[in-house]
């Protein structure tokens, strides 16, 4: 009997992981109806990171009434299990909570984010990991850092905060920007995210004056910190102002379900994501899968709904590339649910039987 895993990340706007990982799933077992499939939720860090960890640890799903990006009142979710709090950034200040008209990073808020992470504590939660993904904000975690200062310390001063003493931080990203200038979370973000060109300058300014406050203020810099310019900034909040760890987010996930252990007697995995490119291989969730499944000889076949640089991506390590989308199909049509299931499960359906990739080929 062949062990088959599944791990698909999101289909942006189309697919949850959780749905992507079943349709393929569907296809493997309607030609290997005898294959053990194990289907493992994934997210590095953005849209679907509390459902991954839901899936890997259990716990309770927490709502709460929060602020969104522009300040309005909306019902927030986080996850608490034990002592320990996973958030996902995008569920109180996400991009997807905005209308394209909606979108300036000029006004849009963390303070949401900053509420979640007030309840958590008040909770009791000694460990707090947070998904930095999707965001819609470039305020560098100002709002966060409000949110808390107006709950923990009537609006004084964060000097005044003494609630975080004992929580300990670790923020998941695979953004490794830092939080200024070119390759900043100005500059390389925030256009997606809304802004103009003009924008994008005075919010790099205005991330240079609060860095700059803030070296002064507590006597050290983290700036220039790998993952600082993650979230339009929040990473750098994080890591000035909260001491948190900074973790690859998939790889943060992965050793909290134990994926290695999974692979020990898997014949392929199958990964996959909207898009597939060479930007795949730059920190994605799939690479980080490549990279644990080659440690133990297991094949890893790609699968995505757009897929160019083949031959880099087979070069990289991938045993097989499949683009689910016949050629031609309009991007509309291409992004329906019910498209992109039946795509996923025709294309995984064909490559798990016509293609000499498991690890002891059929």
């Not at 942006?12 to 939720?41: D, H, R, Y």
């Not at 609006?155 to 931080?169: A, I, T, Y």
């Amino acid at each position: 009997m062949k062990k088959i895993i599944v791990a698909i990340d999101s289909f942006k706007g189309c697919l949850t992981s959780t749905e992507a990982n079943q349709a393929a799933s569907e296809g493997i077992l309607a030609k290997m109806p005898e294959a053990k499939v194990v289907q493992v939720p994934v997210s590095d860090g953005g849209e679907g990171w509390l459902g991954a960890f839901k899936a890997a640890m259990g716990g309770s799903i927490v709502e709460v009434n929060v602020k969104d990006p522009l300040m309005r009142p909306i019902v927030a979710q986080y996850l608490i299990q034990g002592d320990t709090a996973v958030i996902e950034i995008a569920k109180a200040s996400g991009l997807t909570l905005l209308k394209p008209e909606e979108r300036n990073p000029m006004v849009a808020t963390s303070y949401g984010t900053g509420q979640l992470i007030v309840d958590a504590v008040r909770r009791g939660c000694k460990h707090i990991i947070v998904g930095l993904g999707g965001s819609a904000t470039s305020d560098c975690g100002i709002g966060m850092l409000r949110a808390i200062i107006d709950s923990f310390a009537k609006g004084k001063s964060w000097d005044d905060v003494r609630e975080l003493d004992n929580v300990r931080f670790t923020i998941a990203t695979d953004v490794t920007n830092p939080l200024c200038g070119e390759n900043g979370a100005a500059f390389v973000f925030a256009p997606q995210k809304g802004a103009t060109p003009e924008m994008v300058e005075a919010l790099d300014a205005r991330a240079k004056r609060f860095a700059e406050a803030s070296a002064k203020h507590l006597g050290r810099d983290c700036q220039n910190a790998p993952g600082a310019g993650a979230a339009g900034g929040l990473g750098y909040a994080f890591l000035q102002y909260m001491n948190a760890e900074c973790r690859s987010g998939i790889d943060l996930l992965l050793d909290t379900i134990h994926f290695d252990d999974l692979l020990q007697d898997a014949d392929l995995v199958i990964t996959g994501e909207g898009s597939a490119d060479r930007q795949t291989l730059m920190g994605k969730l799939p690479f980080g899968i490549l990279q644990r499944a080659r440690k133990q000889n297991v094949p890893v076949m790609l699968i995505a709904g757009r897929i160019a640089d083949e031959q880099f991506l087979l070069d990289a390590g991938f045993s097989h590339v499949a683009c689910i989308n016949p050629p031609g199909i309009p991007l509309e049509i291409a992004m329906q649910p019910a498209t992109a299931n039946e795509n996923i499960r025709r294309a995984v359906s064909f490559s798990a039987r016509n293609s000499r990739i498991l690890r002891n080929s059929l």
